[in-house]
């Protein structure tokens, strides 16, 4: 079918000086463009376009915007009926360059600009189709210089179809034709990278990878084309990444030098491989497995007698999918990039950090046993991470560390993980030592005594870092679990858990002591010996007479004037919390506080004298001996550490010691009753002083003490006796209402072997302090507090049942002076009705 044109009437409208005629013009002409058939004769558009182009080709430059958009499109109708001709080619594209590749900006409307761009595909296209694009080798410098305007265009779009433009360019070029291009063209993509749109950066990655496969390999310059396009790998959008990993793939595959740059190119497609967004994964890993095919095939001599060995660990990571033999052979020859990413692990930026540790993940992934004699090297970089500020990394690191567990030939790494925490006793080595060696299956029974003896070390017990004493409990923890699995006796599993034992006594200690109470480490700490004592079919209490003496041993240094917060006086607090007092060991802690009270700070001695009393309650539950024994054994005890602080010393020291003494006695009395009633009336001496102390506390435990002094004489008695009554005046309520109560519970032993006349006398004493003390009491009976006036009814009932004479006698006396006659009444009748 013929195409009808009137070319000369068209052509005397395109060179109107109206611009109305030739905007017409070239509407119409784009019209009947598009309407014509598409069995049109295109040897008649040929000759149609011949007497057009070069009115068309001038209207690019017309002073009106509509008049070149309108030119631009009718030689685009055009071109998309004509078949590819050189002629053509060069006059179009010659114009093209005029108008987008000069270095300034001649064309100012971006839709323009994006035609011009559109018009370049369109050719580029066609002549592709007609495979002819050889001819492009005349115009390649015009070509470039028009796309590298295009990519450099501040209109996004013309940006992208620029790049589209240059892949399909690169997709048909000849290598040794567009090569002297592809470095301007790759330094021109490199400024997208940047782009804050996201379908720009992938248009450039896209754009970057297909110009790629032509550039000159020489003066590093693949090395720069991938370090551009690297930090893509960590954009926030899933298709940026994803694009990078096509780019890695497109190389794999088809790079004509590929084998030369497998170090550099890999880390492009490995790190999609852990990719969070299953978008890329499954995107990346079915072409990464096609990249491994590739690679199998074209060393298939080589890789088939390695897989036939190399069967998959025992514990391979569950959840996991092995990679092929291609694929892991790819990685295991480029390991010498191991060493760059371990480095990035500690880099400044989160996101390299996170981003290496991915990486590292992957290679260990794929190169399994092939990777250990890079333990070493990789070691300190993966340990610090273990401890990253960020969470993610540390979870990432932890993940890393327990593949190398798994994957590495274990006898190559222990050796090398021992030297480290040796040389290293921080908890980042032991933190990355722990999950690799937990994730291990190997473990001899000399391995395990070494760790133990490592961990018990004070490099490692005695640290007050939270964190490091968490991973040495879950270190020991592992340790138990092995130790089942190995080959030993029963006197070496004895010795390693009595390693075990102290190492875990020693890190609950300090952890109890830093937080003042009960935690996490303390609880993890308790499995572990509560695990041993099953072991050993053994109690608790029976485990700590065994062996807590070593840990005691090793509180050392004390000898120093150390504060509260000293390491060995934190170390000491904690020891005596968690295993108390027993006779076993007692003189050995006897020794280590007395030292405590002659070489360290104040604070450090109340401190160690306040564990000491709370530890005391239990003494009758903890210090399992005979009665004698235990007698004698808290004679000493409180002859060295309790009485010599409970005289009187000048200062606030002195008083607040004096006050944790007491309160030491008072809780031995309480702890041991049945042996401080032979302890206590040796301690008489002391109470007069310490019930008149003007420290509060003091006072108020030597009122509860007072309560379990019995088997006394009147003589000894007595003071203590008037002293308690007197403090029925004591500032404090609570001490008022303590010493009514513990008159009335003071009873004197009146010895039988005494003389009639010297027994009499002694009654008369004590009558005399029962009558003094009813008095004060019917007193206090009249006391607006209601706690006192319940202490004070109790205690008289108490002394009335014992003294009723005296009662008689003093109540008469109390009717004539009371003020609440009816309450006294009351009071007599309850007396009364409790002596029925």
Same mark, same amino acid.
Request: proline share 3%.
């Given at each position: 079918?013929?195409?009808?044109?009137?070319?000369? +009437?068209?052509?005397?409208?395109?060179?109107?000086?109206?611009?109305?005629?030739?905007?017409?013009?070239?509407?119409?002409?784009?019209?009947?463009?598009?309407?014509?058939?598409?069995?049109?004769?295109?040897?008649?558009?040929?000759?149609?376009?011949?007497?057009?182009?070069?009115?068309?080709?001038?209207?690019?430059?017309?002073?009106?915007?509509?008049?070149?958009?309108?030119?631009?499109?009718?030689?685009?109708?055009?071109?998309?009926?004509?078949?590819?001709?050189?002629?053509?080619?060069?006059?179009?594209?010659?114009?093209?360059?005029?108008?987008?590749?000069?270095?300034?900006?001649?064309?100012?409307?971006?839709?323009?600009?994006?035609?011009?761009?559109?018009?370049?595909?369109?050719?580029?296209?066609?002549?592709?189709?007609?495979?002819?694009?050889?001819?492009?080798?005349?115009?390649?410098?015009?070509?470039?210089?028009?796309?590298?305007?295009?990519?450099?265009?501040?209109?996004?779009?013309?940006?992208?179809?620029?790049?589209?433009?240059?892949?399909?360019?690169?997709?048909?070029?000849?290598?040794?034709?567009?090569?002297?291009?592809?470095?301007? *063209?790759?330094?021109?993509?490199?400024?997208?990278?940047?782009?804050?749109?996201?379908?720009?950066?992938?248009?450039?990655?896209?754009?970057?990878?297909?110009?790629?496969?032509?550039?000159?390999?020489?003066?590093?310059?693949?090395?720069?084309?991938?370090?551009?396009?690297?930090?893509?790998?960590?954009?926030?959008?899933?298709?940026?990444?994803?694009?990078?990993?096509?780019?890695?793939?497109?190389?794999?595959?088809?790079?004509?030098?590929?084998?030369?740059?497998?170090?550099?190119?890999?880390?492009?497609?490995?790190?999609?491989?852990?990719?969070?967004?299953?978008?890329?994964?499954?995107?990346?890993?079915?072409?990464?497995?096609?990249?491994?095919?590739?690679?199998?095939?074209?060393?298939?001599?080589?890789?088939?007698?390695?897989?036939?060995?190399?069967?998959?660990?025992?514990?391979?990571?569950?959840?996991?999918?092995?990679?092929?033999?291609?694929?892991?052979?790819?990685?295991?020859?480029?390991?010498?990039?191991?060493?760059?990413?371990?480095?990035?692990?500690?880099?400044?930026?989160?996101?390299?950090?996170?981003?290496?540790?991915?990486?590292?993940?992957?290679?260990?992934?794929?190169?399994?046993?092939?990777?250990?004699?890079?333990?070493?090297?990789?070691?300190?970089?993966?340990?610090?991470?273990?401890?990253?500020?960020?969470?993610?990394?540390?979870?990432?690191?932890?993940?890393?560390?327990?593949?190398?567990?798994?994957?590495?030939?274990?006898?190559?790494?222990?050796?090398?993980?021992?030297?480290?925490?040796?040389?290293?006793?921080?908890?980042?080595?032991?933190?990355?030592?722990?999950?690799?060696?937990?994730?291990?299956?190997?473990?001899?029974?000399?391995?395990?005594?070494?760790?133990?003896?490592?961990?018990?070390?004070?490099?490692?017990?005695?640290?007050?870092?939270?964190?490091?004493?968490?991973?040495?409990?879950?270190?020991?923890?592992?340790?138990?679990?092995?130790?089942?699995?190995?080959?030993?006796?029963?006197?070496?599993?004895?010795?390693?858990?009595?390693?075990?034992?102290?190492?875990?006594?020693?890190?609950?200690?300090?952890?109890?002591?830093?937080?003042?109470?009960?935690?996490?480490?303390?609880?993890?700490?308790?499995?572990?010996?509560?695990?041993?004592?099953?072991?050993?079919?053994?109690?608790?209490?029976?485990?700590?007479?065994?062996?807590?003496?070593?840990?005691?041993?090793?509180?050392?240094?004390?000898?120093?004037?150390?504060?509260?917060?000293?390491?060995?006086?934190?170390? *000491?607090?904690? *020891?005596?919390?968690?295993?108390?007092?027993?006779?076993?060991?007692?003189?050995?802690?006897?020794?280590?506080?007395?030292?405590?009270?002659?070489?360290?700070?104040?604070?450090?001695?109340?401190?160690?004298?306040?564990?000491?009393?709370?530890?005391?309650?239990?003494?009758?539950?903890?210090?399992?001996?005979?009665?004698?024994?235990?007698?004698?054994?808290?004679?000493?005890?409180?002859?060295?550490?309790?009485?010599?602080?409970?005289?009187?010393?000048?200062?606030?020291?002195?008083?607040?010691?004096?006050?944790?003494?007491?309160?030491?006695?008072?809780?031995?009395?309480?702890?041991?009753?049945?042996?401080?009633?032979?302890?206590?009336?040796?301690?008489?001496?002391?109470?007069?002083?310490?019930?008149?102390?003007?420290?509060?506390?003091?006072?108020?435990?030597?009122? !509860?003490?007072?309560?379990?002094?019995?088997?006394?004489?009147?003589?000894?008695?007595?003071?203590?006796?008037?002293?308690?009554?007197?403090?029925?005046?004591?500032?404090?309520?609570?001490?008022?209402?303590?010493?009514?109560?513990?008159?009335?519970?003071?009873?004197?032993?009146?010895?039988?072997?005494?003389?009639?006349?010297?027994?009499?006398?002694?009654?008369?004493?004590?009558?005399?302090?029962?009558?003094?003390?009813?008095?004060?009491?019917?007193?206090?009976?009249?006391?607006?507090? !209601?706690?006192?006036?319940?202490?004070?009814?109790?205690?008289?009932?108490? +002394?009335? !049942? *014992?003294?009723?004479?005296?009662?008689?006698?003093?109540?008469?006396?109390?009717?004539? !002076?009371?003020?609440?006659?009816?309450?006294?009444?009351?009071?007599?009748?309850?007396?009364?009705?409790?002596?029925?």
């Amino acid at each position: 079918m013929s195409f009808e044109l009137d070319a000369k +009437l068209i052509c005397a409208e395109l060179e109107s000086s109206e611009q109305r005629r030739r905007s017409a013009a070239l509407q119409k002409l784009c019209e009947q463009c598009k309407d014509a058939p598409e069995n049109v004769n295109t040897d008649d558009v040929a000759d149609v376009f011949d007497e057009l182009y070069l009115h068309l080709l001038k209207c690019y430059s017309d002073r009106y915007e509509s008049v070149r958009d309108r030119a631009v499109n009718a030689v685009s109708e055009f071109l998309e009926c004509l078949p590819p001709m050189d002629f053509h080619l060069l006059n179009v594209v010659s114009t093209l360059a005029e108008r987008m590749g000069q270095s300034e900006t001649v064309e100012p409307s971006e839709e323009l600009r994006l035609l011009y761009i559109r018009q370049l595909h369109l050719m580029l296209r066609k002549y592709a189709l007609m495979g002819n694009v050889g001819v492009f080798r005349e115009c390649y410098p015009q070509v470039v210089k028009v796309l590298i305007k295009s990519i450099k265009d501040d209109y996004a779009a013309v940006q992208r179809e620029g790049c589209a433009t240059l892949v399909q360019l690169s997709r048909v070029a000849d290598t040794s034709e567009l090569r002297p291009f592809t470095d301007s *063209l790759a330094t021109a993509l490199y400024g997208m990278l940047n782009h804050r749109h996201a379908a720009a950066r992938i248009a450039a990655v896209e754009a970057i990878g297909r110009v790629s496969l032509h550039l000159d390999v020489k003066d590093d310059k693949m090395r720069r084309l991938i370090m551009e396009v690297s930090p893509l790998l960590m954009d926030s959008m899933a298709l940026v990444r994803r694009e990078c990993g096509q780019m890695g793939i497109l190389m794999l595959l088809e790079l004509p030098d590929r084998y030369s740059y497998f170090l550099h190119i890999l880390p492009l497609v490995l790190c999609c491989l852990k990719d969070d967004s299953p978008e890329v994964l499954s995107h990346i890993r079915p072409l990464w497995v096609q990249c491994g095919q590739q690679y199998y095939d074209e060393n298939e001599q080589e890789l088939s007698q390695q897989e036939i060995s190399d069967l998959p660990v025992e514990n391979y990571p569950v959840g996991v999918q092995r990679p092929t033999i291609g694929c892991r052979g790819l990685v295991q020859r480029s390991l010498r990039l191991v060493n760059l990413i371990a480095r990035e692990t500690c880099d400044w930026k989160d996101n390299v950090r996170l981003h290496s540790l991915k990486l590292l993940y992957q290679f260990v992934l794929h190169a399994e046993a092939a990777m250990t004699a890079k333990f070493f090297e990789i070691y300190p970089d993966l340990a610090h991470a273990c401890c990253d500020s960020e969470s993610a990394a540390c979870v990432e690191a932890k993940k890393v560390a327990d593949l190398m567990g798994r994957l590495f030939v274990y006898d190559t790494w222990i050796n090398h993980g021992f030297d480290g925490l040796e040389r290293n006793a921080r908890e980042s080595f032991l933190k990355c030592f722990y999950y690799m060696f937990t994730a291990s299956s190997g473990g001899t029974y000399d391995h395990l005594l070494r760790l133990c003896k490592l961990l018990r070390s004070t490099d490692y017990s005695h640290t007050l870092k939270p964190g490091f004493q968490l991973y040495i409990l879950k270190t020991l923890d592992t340790v138990l679990d092995k130790s089942s699995r190995v080959t030993a006796t029963m006197e070496q599993l004895k010795e390693l858990y009595e390693h075990i034992y102290v190492t875990s006594m020693k890190v609950m200690a300090l952890s109890y002591s830093l937080s003042n109470g009960p935690n996490e480490h303390v609880q993890c700490g308790e499995m572990i010996i509560k695990r041993i004592v099953q072991l050993e079919e053994t109690t608790m209490a029976e485990l700590h007479e065994r062996w807590f003496a070593l840990a005691l041993l090793d509180v050392q240094n004390l000898d120093a004037a150390l504060d509260e917060n000293a390491e060995p006086i934190l170390l *000491l607090y904690g *020891l005596i919390h968690l295993a108390q007092i027993r006779a076993t060991y007692l003189t050995q802690l006897i020794e280590k506080v007395k030292t405590v009270f002659e070489h360290c700070c104040e604070t450090a001695q109340v401190r160690i004298l306040n564990i000491i009393s709370i530890a005391a309650l239990a003494w009758s539950d903890t210090v399992l001996v005979e009665r004698e024994q235990s007698t004698l054994l808290l004679s000493n005890f409180v002859s060295e550490i309790v009485e010599p602080h409970l005289i009187w010393k000048a200062g606030a020291h002195g008083e607040a010691m004096r006050s944790m003494a007491m309160a030491t006695l008072c809780a031995l009395a309480q702890g041991a009753k049945d042996e401080a009633r032979e302890i206590l009336p040796t301690m008489a001496k002391h109470m007069p002083s310490l019930l008149e102390d003007r420290n509060v506390t003091t006072r108020h435990y030597a009122i !509860k003490a007072m309560f379990y002094f019995q088997g006394m004489s009147v003589e000894q008695l007595k003071p203590l006796a008037y002293a308690v009554m007197q403090r029925m005046d004591d500032p404090s309520a609570g001490i008022r209402i303590l010493a009514a109560t513990a008159v009335g519970k003071l009873r004197p032993v009146f010895q039988s072997d005494l003389e009639s006349e010297e027994l009499q006398h002694e009654q008369d004493v004590w009558e005399a302090f029962v009558k003094r003390a009813m008095d004060i009491l019917l007193l206090y009976q009249e006391s607006p507090e !209601k706690e006192m006036q319940a202490a004070t009814e109790k205690s008289l009932i108490a +002394l009335a !049942k *014992l003294h009723r004479t005296a009662w008689e006698d003093r109540a008469e006396r109390a009717r004539s !002076k009371a003020l609440d006659k009816n309450a006294l009444s009351d009071l007599c009748a309850k007396i009364n009705i409790k002596d029925d």
